[in-house]
């Protein structure tokens, strides 16, 4: 499957911003999708999740903040980032999962397919 994200940019402290990814390539609505981050000098941090049943788990960081959420029919999942820190500042990458009908997994490898990435920026 072919993932794009959109919708990355520069902000500040306190704001929000939504991304978006589009899938194109098989049948989206059978996959978990997943969220991940990675800043400057950091591992990869996993950010959300959401199974085809709408099963969704979140990152502890962004509990209460961040936002998954999907349209099957549009073939697209969406992260809605609200009171955003410096901290959050990362290339955020969406990523679908190998299998059909699993759960949302907050493992990187259990994700085959990923986008090119965009960059989120919070400034203080």
């Known amino acids: 499957v072919q993932l794009v994200e959109s919708g990355g940019g520069l902000v500040q402290d306190g704001d929000s911003l939504k991304l978006s990814c589009a899938a194109s390539?098989?049948?989206?609505?059978?996959?978990?999708m997943g969220w991940f981050r990675q800043a400057p000098g950091k591992g990869r941090e996993f950010v959300a999740a959401s199974d085809w049943r709408d099963t969704i788990v979140y990152g502890d960081t962004v509990q209460g903040r961040f936002f998954i959420s999907r349209d099957n029919a549009k073939d697209t999942v969406y992260l809605q980032m609200n009171s955003l820190k410096p901290e959050d500042t990362a290339v955020y990458y969406c990523?679908?999962?190998?299998?059909?009908?699993?759960?949302?997994?907050?493992?990187?490898?259990?994700?085959?397919?990923w986008g090119q990435g965009t960059q989120v920026t919070v400034s203080s």
């Open positions: 390539g098989r049948t989206f609505g059978a996959y978990a």
């Open positions: 990523a679908a999962r190998s299998l059909k009908y699993v759960g949302p997994s907050r493992d990187s490898e259990d994700y085959d397919s």
